[in-house]
């Protein structure tokens, strides 16, 4: 063990926030200088062995594991603010980031400060070194970007010190850098067709991926057949209880509200008031009640029943930036991280319920997805779409995408524009054409989608970041 150690022997961090963030860019571009967040060799051995020379930092917490294809994202947030509404300190761990690396790493529902996070680095670099060093001479590749991310943000949170993190994993499961922990719940959402190329090309061999998080007892959201078949076996190998949303808790009643939707739940150990949930769409009420039940079991082991006033300020307060959020009005700007079919029609779904008006559509899709699935599910809820690009590496130049759009939507209803900046501008000027006259704000509007980059930087363009 290392970990005092280490911090003896580097100076914290100091400075100007400018300074600060100075050196984290620094760091950063180190990070990045390693194999990208998709490109990941499946072993576990260099994050294992990062955290045990670091003295094992993710047990000194209880635990929250979150793992599945869509929905991932919004209901460790939720979780999150479930526990914290109940007084006890909290560790987030989410990716990708939209706007900083620090919003990967959260405590008490904020974003690291950039002190405790060069803090953790001052660790958590030299540690890598080390395993690096290691794993070439033996033949293996260097700690990857996500596994070095992750083994930060275990140390991160473990210094803050937090109480309960609920984490999240990345793409996989099994081989995923967060699979280290020993969580007391797991949460499996939904599982659909997705990162393919490093998965598997069919349901069963990416739930056999997600499964790979269960130890004790698990949360499960809505499964089709395949994925279903695939998680009861994982259940029953492990020993571990299931409780599925729809039979051993549900939502019972939702109505759209003024900020978001009423939602009734049934909880593992009961039924729940009412409350206001601040994020659209059915989708969100079913990561709302995976989030509840994961919670219960944390906190009482699903024998007794959250606060209603914590339970009510969790859900009301609960945020999930980049998932069908308003970043401006008049025109109204949407902008949502759907970047596979299936999040695509929970996307659908929540637009046609909450914003029945006519819509712009903004996309840009990574080269690695079913653009032209993506945008066939698409096409019934935008009047015209704007094809562009975000600045990924990996995103489809925007004439290739432009002419799949094409053969979707027709010639007439797409406009390609290569620079994301002049798209979002154009964009929003068709809205206003079709605005006309009208002055309210929900007469018109932009929708951003296709990636979750593309999300992000529509919400840099418009000052969310």
Do not use: C
């Not at 599925?244 to 759209?256: A, M, N, T, Y």
């Amino acid at each position: 063990m290392i970990l005092a150690a280490s911090r003896a022997a580097v100076p914290p961090a100091g400075g100007s926030d400018e300074a600060l963030e100075d050196q984290i860019q620094a760091v950063y571009r180190e990070i990045l200088g390693r194999a990208p967040e998709h490109d990941f060799e499946p072993s576990l051995d260099r994050v294992r062995a990062a955290v045990d020379l670091l003295g094992d930092p993710q047990r000194t917490y209880q635990v929250i594991h979150v793992a599945g294809t869509n929905g991932k994202t919004s209901t460790a947030r939720i979780a999150e603010s479930l526990v914290r509404a109940h007084g006890l300190r909290t560790g987030l761990l989410t990716s990708p980031h939209l706007t900083s690396v620090r919003e990967r790493i959260a405590i008490d529902g904020e974003p690291i400060s950039r002190a405790a996070f060069l803090d953790a680095w001052s660790l958590v670099g030299p540690v890598a070194e080390l395993v690096d060093k290691r794993s070439l001479a033996a033949g293996g590749p260097r700690m990857s970007f996500f596994e070095v991310l992750t083994v930060l943000g275990f140390v991160a949170l473990a210094d803050a010190p937090v109480d309960m993190a609920i984490v999240e994993a990345g793409m996989g499961g099994v081989w995923d850098a967060t699979n280290v922990v020993e969580s007391s719940v797991q949460v499996i959402t939904p599982i659909s067709r997705d990162h393919e190329q490093w998965l598997g090309s069919s349901v069963e061999d990416i739930a056999l991926e997600k499964v790979g998080i269960i130890r004790t007892r698990a949360v499960i959201g809505h499964q089709g057949p395949v994925a279903a078949a695939v998680i009861e076996e994982a259940l029953i190998s492990n020993g571990a209880p299931g409780y599925w949303l729809g039979r051993d808790f549900e939502v019972l009643s939702r109505e759209v509200a003024v900020g978001g939707q009423m939602v009734h739940l049934r909880g593992l150990a009961g039924d729940y008031e009412p409350v206001l949930l601040s994020l659209f769409g059915a989708h969100q009420a079913d990561n709302a009640a995976l989030a509840a039940a994961a919670v219960e079991l944390a906190m009482s082991d699903g024998l007794d029943p959250l606060p209603g006033a914590a339970f009510a300020e969790g859900l009301e307060t609960a945020v999930s930036p980049g998932r069908l959020e308003v970043v401006q009005v008049a025109p109204t700007v949407l902008v949502d991280a759907a970047h596979n079919v299936a999040g695509a029609e929970a996307l659908a779904l929540a637009i046609e319920e909450t914003f029945p008006f006519p819509l712009i559509g903004l996309v840009g899709i990574l080269d690695d997805k079913d653009a032209e699935a993506l945008l066939g599910v698409l096409e019934p809820i935008v009047k015209q779409v704007v094809i562009s690009r975000s600045t990924s590496p990996r995103a489809i130049l925007p004439e290739v995408l432009g002419g799949v759009a094409r053969e979707v939507f027709g010639p007439d209803r797409v406009e390609v524009v290569d620079r994301l900046d002049d798209a979002l501008v154009r964009a929003i000027e068709l809205a206003q054409l079709d605005a006309g006259d009208s002055p309210s704000p929900l007469a018109t509007g932009v929708l951003a989608t296709g990636s979750v980059t593309l999300a992000a930087e529509v919400r840099i363009l418009l000052g969310r970041g």
